[in-house]
């Protein structure tokens, strides 16, 4: 199994206009795979859609709200990117796979038109750069689990993994996978989760009088503003808006080393808001109090 193992590190920290659109191509895609429902029917009808997967280890992968850029070098992978813009209304999907095969929850992005390039090199070998937003979930549809997944299933492997293996795993049908609301008591807790993750956003002055040391830092923040803004443009800007938003953004500040597998799991896989948020702040509160720095105080930074 071939992973995406190549992410291209944005190195300027405004990010393209483009970037900001919300949701320009999954309301397309959700409307070209939906039948029609008709005014009389009584209940709504899960629809599941299909979704070109690309295989990614779960520190690597993008979560909702990040912008990332991808380098392809697989020829099958470009050709995924290219079918995702002229078939699938610019939409793929992020999977992650464990020990025990598939996760049934995968990562929703669009593919930025406007930043996937073709790039020719020596004796005509290419690559390709694309530019990506994640905005979402996905869950894998029921009826199409594979056996190890759903246990006393009686479906047939030709449902879902009937195809050749590589194919099978490269598209799938899943339905949509969203949080719960929030109850009063729970919104409460997640507030005061949010005023702690506000003073960790705080520069300490020794951080403005020396920007060029801390450029990773500063990134990493802009790399939050930018996950939180974009998720809040999304929704009517109430109290719980903000308070999901934080709970992906809050994943943008971790380093490489914090950002294990187990962690970025349940992340994706909960759809508990306010456990998402309790979970990326005692992250960032453990990667702080043990990583050491030499550019700064650790007693004394996010303080």
């Known amino acids: 199994m071939a992973f995406i193992n190549e992410v291209v590190t944005t190195t300027c920290y405004r990010t393209p206009s ?24 009584t209940q709504s009808r899960v629809t599941p859609l299909p979704l070109l997967l690309f295989p990614f280890e779960p520190t ?18 470009m050709d995924m990117i290219d079918e995702s813009l002229t078939s699938y209304e610019s939409v793929v999907g992020m999977s992650m796979f464990n020990e025990d095969g598939l996760l049934p929850i995968v990562v929703l992005c669009e593919v930025i038109e406007e930043e996937v390039y073709v790039n020719s090199g020596y004796r005509g070998f290419s690559s ?7 905005v979402g979930r996905m869950e ?42 929030l109850s009063e008591i729970e919104a409460g807790k997640c507030l005061e989760y949010l005023k702690s993750i506000e003073s960790l956003l705080i520069l300490p002055s020794q951080f403005l009088t020396a920007p060029h040391d801390n450029l990773e830092l ?37 380093d490489d080393e914090s950002k294990v597998s187990p962690i970025i799991i349940q992340a994706i896989s909960t759809n508990d808001t306010g456990e998402r948020l309790r979970l990326g702040l005692a992250a960032l509160l453990e990667s702080k109090s043990s990583t050491p720095s030499n550019n700064y105080d650790q007693n004394t930074a996010f303080q």
């Open 140 to 181: 894998l549809w029921d009826e199409a689990k594979p056996p190890q997944v759903k246990s006393n299933t009686s479906v047939s492997e030709d449902v879902f993994y009937g195809r050749k293996p590589l194919t099978a795993i490269q598209l799938g049908q899943f339905i949509d996978y969203e949080d719960y609301a």
């Open 218 to 254: 500063i990134g990493k923040q802009a790399l939050y503003a930018d996950a939180y803004s974009y998720l809040s443009s999304l929704s009517t800007g109430d109290q719980y808006s903000k308070i999901f938003a934080a709970s992906w953004s809050i994943f943008a500040l971790l």
């Open 60 to 77: 690597q992968i993008p979560l909702p709200g990040q912008h990332t850029k991808l380098k392809f070098r697989h020829g099958k992978f």
């Open 128 to 134: 390709m750069e694309v530019g990506l937003r994640a």
């Open 18 to 41: 483009s970037c900001y659109r919300p949701l320009f191509g999954v309301p397309e895609w959700k409307a070209k795979f939906s039948p029609t429902q008709t005014t009389n029917s």
